[in-house]
């Protein structure tokens, strides 16, 4: 590998979004490693959705707003929407190996565990607050969840 090749090779990573860079080639190694600054991470994209912004003094009044942040089409289905009261991780089962804690169709009880979110290595349980029927299950296992997002709808028992 000539000059030149090394040259363009790290044009190219300059011009990329990689972050580091190693190249074994005979007996030549080359390692490029760009170092983060605030002005090289791409800014976060505001997701087109309207967001509703909430200021509670209290987690039981924070959850109880959330709760409240349900769209027009799953209130007129008659559905009750379970969201994140945190940012995290949310996980479906305690753990890989086991059987999700709930599955589209389960009929669950007032305080059975959905799920669990991850946030700061602390495992936050979900509970239903309502009596019903699973419907839709908004997230994949292992997946990061924002505060406010739909995590299950359930039909409320009759």
Same mark, same amino acid.
């Given at each position: 590998? +000539?000059?030149?090749?090394?040259? +363009? ?18 007996? #030549? ?6 170092? %983060? #600054?605030?002005?090289?991470? /791409? ?9 509703t ?9 924070? *959850? ?9 089409? +799953?209130? *007129?289905?008659? %559905?009750?929407? @379970?969201?994140? /009261? ?13 059987? /999700? ?5 389960d ?10 979110v991850?946030?700061?290595? %602390?495992?936050? *349980?979900?509970?239903?607050? @309502?009596?019903?029927?699973? &419907? ?8 990061? &969840? ?7 709808? @359930?039909?409320?028992?009759?």
């Amino acid at each position: 590998m +000539d000059i030149n090749e090394v040259k +363009d090779l790290i044009h190219e990573v300059l011009q990329s979004d990689i972050v580091e860079f190693e190249l074994e080639h005979s007996d #030549t190694k080359i390692r490029l490693k760009r170092e %983060l #600054t605030r002005e090289s991470v /791409p800014a976060p994209i505001p997701s087109p959705k309207a967001r509703t912004s909430f200021t509670t003094s209290s987690p039981a009044a924070a *959850e109880t707003a959330v709760r409240a942040a349900v769209s027009s089409e +799953d209130e *007129e289905s008659g %559905l009750h929407i @379970i969201t994140s /009261p945190i940012v995290g991780t949310a996980y479906r089962a305690p753990s890989p190996e086991a059987e /999700p804690y709930v599955k589209t169709g389960d009929h669950v009880s007032e305080g059975t565990i959905l799920c669990l979110v991850e946030a700061m290595k %602390l495992m936050n *349980e979900i509970p239903s607050d @309502i009596a019903g029927e699973v &419907v839709r299950i908004y997230f994949e296992n292992g997946s990061p &969840v924002e505060f406010g997002q739909k995590l299950f709808a @359930i039909r409320p028992q009759q």
